[in-house]
Every structure is written in structure tokens, then in C-alpha cells.
């Protein structure tokens, strides 16, 4: 089957790490996405990882691949208030051009 | 450059109406995808247009929807008649036809409330 799953919610303090973990089905996806969606907003696409890469890092976002398990994990450094967003994983099974399959969103919460 | 646009921004219909949603992907994408997302679920695709051509249509739920492209520029995607369970979220997305990683431009949604 196609799933990706996330978790719901996360909830951070201004300055913190989070992290967001994803886990999907599908072992042929070349491509693994991380979209932020502010409120009112289209989804924005964050960051992709190649899917023979274990890491791919930029300014604050880390993410990780593990292949094996199928897990995916996004690492926001020094979480800000402006972060707080619904973050959705997604993958793409087939090649380039298709479809994405996404999880239900991750809404992270940052307090200051 | 201009992202990907909708129009309307929010709709609010009753059942058995019809709407139709429209979407200007981002000038020189020949791929342009409709998804959709009910509340607190996940966002599906619903098809996938290359050009004026429907590549995909497997995500498309019934034939109360149908989805053109003409000139293979903006597209529309209208529901008749519209049921309850259409409430939500649709999205629009457009890509270049290239290899790599397929980055999908996303538009604001349009929000269809049918009651």
C-alpha cells in the first residue's frame, strides 16, 4: 500500500529542536519531501532528500533517510515562532512527474 | 515570477450545486496536479494534467468531477453535483517537465464548503 504517517502534533519552546518523523511504504521513492503550510498559505516546499543520500543539511534543517526502516525525520535547529506551521512528509513512488503521496500533516506549535 | 494561483479562494456551496475551481499553474509548467485535502486528513492526489493531456486520473473520486486543461494552460476542475463529503481543501500544482527531483509548486487552496 501507499501510506506515510506522521505524527499530529508538536509542541516546542522558542529556541529548541524539533523534530518531525515521518515513515512511508513505498521503497522504490526516489525522491522524500518535507512541505511546510503556514496558515492561509499553499504548501512550500522545504527540502528533498535523494533516496541514496542518509543526510541532507541546510541552515537549520537537518533531515534524516533511513532507508532500511523507511523512516524519514526533518530537525528544525533553534525552533522559532515563525516555524509554527503544519509540516507534511510526502513521497513520490513513480518517476519524476507524478503524483506525491503525503501524510496527514504535523502541526508544530512553538510558544515562546 | 508568479507562483501558482486559485481561484476562488473559499467557496461555499449547498449540495446538489455546482462549482468550479480554477488554477494558473506557473507559466512554462507543462505538469499541473489537483490534491485535495479533507480536514485533518491526508492531502490526495486527484489527477495529473502534461499539457492539455490527463496523464492521471486515478485519484479523481467519481464522475461528479471533471477536470480540463484546455490549451494546456490554466485549468478547471468542476464538481457536479456536489455532495457533502467534497467539503475541503483543493490544491493546484505545477512542475516543469524535467527530470530530477520534481519539486511541485503548490497553490493557497480553495476551500469548498458544501452543506
Known amino acids: 500500500g501507499e501510506d506515510v504517517e506522521q505524527s499530529l502534533f508538536l509542541s516546542v519552546r522558542e529556541g529548541d529542536s524539533s523534530v518531525i518523523n515521518c515513515t512511508y511504504t513505498d521503497s522504490s521513492s526516489t525522491y522524500l519531501y518535507w512541505y511546510k503550510q503556514e496558515p492561509g498559505a499553499g504548501l512550500q516546499l522545504l527540502t528533498y532528500i535523494f533516496s541514496n543520500m542518509d543526510m541532507k543539511q541546510d541552515q537549520r534543517l537537518t533531515v534524516l533517510l533511513n532507508k532500511k526502516d523507511k523512516h524519514l525525520s526533518l530537525r528544525i535547529a533553534d525552533t522559532q515562532t515563525g516555524d509554527s506551521a503544519i509540516y507534511f512528509c510526502?513521497?513520490?513512488?513513480?518517476?519524476?512527474?507524478?503524483?506525491?503521496?503525503f501524510g496527514k500533516g504535523t502541526t508544530l506549535s512553538v510558544s515562546s | 515570477e508568479a507562483g501558482v494561483t486559485q481561484f476562488p479562494s473559499h467557496s461555499v456551496i449547498e449540495k446538489g450545486q455546482t462549482v468550479t475551481l480554477r488554477c494558473d499553474p506557473i507559466?512554462?509548467?507543462?505538469?499541473l496536479y489537483w490534491y485535495r485535502r479533507v480536514m485533518g486528513k491526508e492531502i490526495k492526489f486527484l489527477l495529473h494534467f502534461v499539457k492539455e493531456s490527463k496523464q492521471d486520473e486515478s485519484g479523481m473520486p467519481n464522475n461528479r468531477f471533471l477536470a480540463e486543461r484546455t490549451g494546456g494552460t490554466y485549468s478547471t476542475l468542476k464538481v457536479q453535483p456536489a455532495e457533502l463529503e467534497d467539503s475541503g481543501v483543493y490544491f493546484c500544482?505545477?512542475?516543469?517537465?524535467?527530470?530530477?527531483?520534481?519539486?511541485?509548486?503548490f497553490g493557497p487552496g480553495t476551500r469548498l464548503t458544501v452543506l
Open positions: 500544482a505545477s512542475s516543469p517537465l524535467s527530470g530530477g527531483p520534481n519539486e511541485q509548486f
Open positions: 510526502a513521497e513520490n513512488p513513480n518517476q519524476a512527474g507524478t503524483a506525491l503521496i
Open positions: 507559466s512554462g509548467h507543462d505538469n
